[in-house]
């Protein structure tokens, strides 16, 4: 469940690049329901923002199993498991239209991260939120999307002080680019950083 203060931490980040003119869209990588991708799309709409999109990327198949052999840190993670977590597609399309927000301004990409985000149709991500609870769901999307980030941009990781896999997928990620940023505390649990 996301929140009311990372649903504010969305809002907040997305009118941060929208008022500083930070180009890209919004890209969430584990939707689950889609709480999070329907309130970067009701921001853009209340900004009346039609040169950016929302990408709601996930399996909606639930979390993969996991590739101890190349992802160590997730031995022994059962996610995969919960049945909670894996949501149809058309039940998160279900969810937007509810609030009227089912448009050609909401992408959905469907598949694992390893699969989808090496070749997704997105020049600049402006706001990316990580929820993939595991090492190989956080790092994949930060491998081939940060360079995608301009100055500026957001990184939001849902889950980094409860989930440790994704916490250390995230502290490998910025070492091996010399990065030292500030992590931004949300709500205890989820936390941001800007692009420098």
């Given amino acids: 469940m996301v929140g009311s203060k990372r649903l504010e931490n969305v809002r ?58 190349k992802f160590p840190v997730d031995e022994g993670s059962v996610f995969h498991n919960y049945v909670d977590l ?3 597609l058309d039940a998160v399309r279900s969810n937007f239209a509810k609030f009227d927000l089912l448009d050609d301004q909401v992408v959905f990409v469907k598949g694992w991260f390893r699969d989808t985000m090496p070749t997704l149709p997105c020049k600049n991500v402006a706001v990316l ?12 999307p930060l491998v081939h999307l940060y360079d995608r980030i301009p100055t500026g941009g957001w990184v939001i990781v849902d889950d980094y002080n409860v989930v440790p896999a ?3 997928a995230v502290d490998d990620f910025l070492q091996s680019r010399s990065l030292d940023l500030r992590m931004e ?3 205890g649990v989820g936390v941001c950083f800007r692009v420098p």
């Fill in 12 to 69: 907040r980040l997305l009118e941060s690049v929208i008022g500083s003119d930070v180009p890209g869209d919004f890209v969430e990588t584990g939707v689950w329901r889609g709480g999070a991708s329907i309130m970067a799309r009701a921001v853009l709409q209340a900004y009346c923002v039609t040169d950016r999109r929302v990408f709601a990327c996930d399996s909606f198949e639930g979390l993969p199993r996991p590739n101890p052999d």
């Fill in 86 to 88: 894996s949501v149809s």
């Fill in 185 to 187: 505390p949300i709500d």
């Fill in 129 to 140: 939120r990580l929820d993939g609870d595991m090492y190989e769901s956080t790092i994949d």
């Fill in 166 to 168: 994704a916490k250390q």
